[in-house]
């Protein structure tokens, strides 16, 4: 891998709320990472403040594209997330093909605790399930999972084997890695797991419940794992990594008590990110 390592980000941009591109430039920027932002919706705040101005960006996505082609630029990921049209689909299946030696993930952004949100059409979800079947690794959380396999909301705790199942079905479906967020099992933990269909391995990495929701806590997760796996992280380090990031700024954003719907303060935990420290544990799932 160079080191000059440059991903395209397909995500929108939110004003206020600390979430999708606000969240990702500048955590992976602080792994020494470049990012090129290719927005697909810009939103006065995220979604969870109720009620939000948001445009559309469907098409520029492709004249973007376009003129990356005929730069000659290439990318070592396409990164793509929340998508604000059916045709950003197509859109984000034509980066993947234009660069097929990038890393290709997908973050499959539909919903949280059991719902869609807002913005998200059985059609999106739908062609979601197509995008994921086509990129390399997907960071589903529990609902989102549920929405890829056609499952019900899961009853908790999860059970272990429900999880390996589950990981297993998903990366059946093409991506050789699946990694799913905040997953509760039965000793009152909550876990992030991981399944690397290559090595046939299952992995699992505890983390600290704290008794509030953050919005954008998914985009911090999902940016340190892509930045971890770039820069040569093995999958278990990538995601101990990601947790522990994860972990630290949530703590932080809890003890100042502040607003919920502003996300998670990760800016004064963005210098732990360039002393490569893993905290939490990690072993077999």
């Known amino acids: 891998m160079s080191s000059n390592i440059k991903i395209a980000a397909v995500h929108d941009i939110s004003g206020m709320g600390r ?8 955590i992976v920027s602080a792994m020494g990472i470049q990012v090129c932002p290719v927005p697909t919706a810009a939103l006065s705040t995220h979604t969870g403040y109720g009620d939000f101005v948001m445009r559309d960006l469907t098409d520029f996505i492709i004249p973007a594209l376009e003129h990356y082609k005929s730069l000659g630029t290439t990318f070592d990921c396409v990164y793509s997330g929340f998508l604000a049209s059916v045709e950003q689909i197509s859109h984000c299946l034509e980066f993947f093909d234009s660069f097929p030696n990038a890393l290709k993930v997908c973050d499959p952004v539909m919903g949280d605790g059991g719902k869609t949100y807002k913005t998200c059409t059985k059609e999106l979800c739908s062609g ?19 929405i890829l396999l056609g499952e019900s909301y899961p009853a908790m705790p999860f059970r272990s084997s429900q ?34 269909r290559e090595n046939s391995v299952f992995w699992k990495i505890p983390c600290e419940y704290i008794p509030e929701k953050y919005p954008g806590s998914g985009d911090i997760f999902s940016s340190v794992l892509v930045g971890g796996i770039l820069k040569g992280d093995s999958l278990p380090i990538a995601i101990a990594r990601a947790t522990s990031f994860s972990e630290l700024s949530i703590k932080t954003t809890y003890s100042y008590r502040t607003d919920v719907r502003e996300g ?15 905290f939490a544990n990690f072993g077999p799932l």
């Open 163 to 196: 999880a390996k199942s589950w990981l297993a079905r998903l990366s059946e479906k093409g991506p050789g890695t699946v990694v799913m967020t905040s997953v509760p099992f039965s000793d009152d933990k909550i876990y992030n797991i991981g399944y690397d």
């Open 128 to 146: 979601m399930s197509k995008l994921a079947s086509a990129a390399d690794m997907i960071t589903p959380n529990l609902t989102e999972a549920a």
């Open 19 to 26: 979430c999708s591109l606000t969240v990702i430039l500048p």
């Open 264 to 278: 998670v303060r990760f800016e004064p935990c963005l210098p732990w990110l360039s002393d490569h420290r893993i």
